[in-house]
T-cell receptor
Framework: DAGVIQSPRHEVTEMGQEVTLRCKPISGHNSLFWYRQTMMRGLELLIY????????DSGMPEDRFSAKMPNASFSTLKIQPSEPRDSAVYFC?????????????FGEGSRLTVL | TQLLEQSPQFLSIQEGENLTVYCNSSSVFSSLQWYRQEPGEGPVLLVT?????EVKKLKRLTFQFGDARKDSSLHITAAQPGDTGLYLCAGAGWTSGSRLTFGEGTQLTVNP
């Protein structure tokens, strides 16, 4: 069975450029989460969706970040304009249940480097 | 904000040794999960504990949820090099719904 699929796996860009990260959740999962992982701050929840609807985006750092989930099988996280401090590994995760007891299935992550 | 503190941050041991890592908070959690993350991959769930005082065993791994639901521990018996990885605890509050709070992790290295 395919797990959570993220692309690109690696992205190197220059400050000021737009970055779009993509995620395909596991089929049938109705909750989708975007996390950011850095050495300094660990894993931080940015935003999560339930049934394609954003539930909580309070973790989104600022207006430069936006996320969409146009359908049950696709989500994007966009950073515009990107800054060096956005460099991190961005994970997408999906879950079958809309409860915290549900298991989160993570993708392999997108490593972003902003020069 | 609910914070989870993990200790130690780094642990390097020899194959065959036992170890315990801790996850502590001043907040009460409805449930707590432990994940393991290997380099270049996302975290993978090991266990979920939901009852205060609960103990769960997964082969050589023993997980315990504190009676007060504020802390948890992971004990590994006879560690093997394959246990190497970043161990993350994640707690769910009573009103936070699906919002999990992750600790910063314990990086475990088991040397052959």
């Amino acid at each position: 069975d395919a797990g959570v699929i993220q692309s690109p796996r690696h992205e190197v860009t220059e400050m000021g450029q737009e970055v779009t990260l993509r995620c395909k959740p596991i089929s049938g999962h109705n909750s989708l989460f975007w996390y950011r992982q850095t050495m300094m701050r660990g894993l931080e929840l940015l935003i999560y969706f339930n049934n394609n609807v954003p539930i909580d985006d309070s973790g989104m750092p600022e207006d430069r970040f936006s996320a969409k989930m146009p359908n049950a099988s696709f989500s994007t996280l966009k950073i515009q304009p990107s800054e060096p401090r956005d460099s991190a590994v961005y994970f997408c995760a999906s879950s079958l249940a809309f409860t915290a007891i549900g298991e989160l299935f993570f993708g392999e992550g997108s490593r972003l480097t902003v020069l | 904000t609910q914070l989870l503190e993990q200790s130690p941050q780094f642990l390097s041991i020899q194959e065959g040794e036992n170890l315990t890592v801790y996850c502590n908070s001043s907040s009460v959690f409805s449930s707590l999960q432990w994940y393991r993350q290997e380099p270049g991959e996302g975290p993978v769930l090991l266990v979920t504990v939901v009852t205060g005082g609960e103990v769960k065993k997964l082969k050589r791994l023993t997980f315990q949820f504190g009676d007060a639901r504020k802390d948890s521990s992971l004990h590994i018996t006879a560690a093997q090099p394959g246990d190497t990885g970043l161990y993350l605890c994640a707690g769910a509050g009573w009103t936070s719904g699906s919002r999990l709070t992750f600790g910063e992790g314990t990086q475990l290295t088991v040397n052959p």
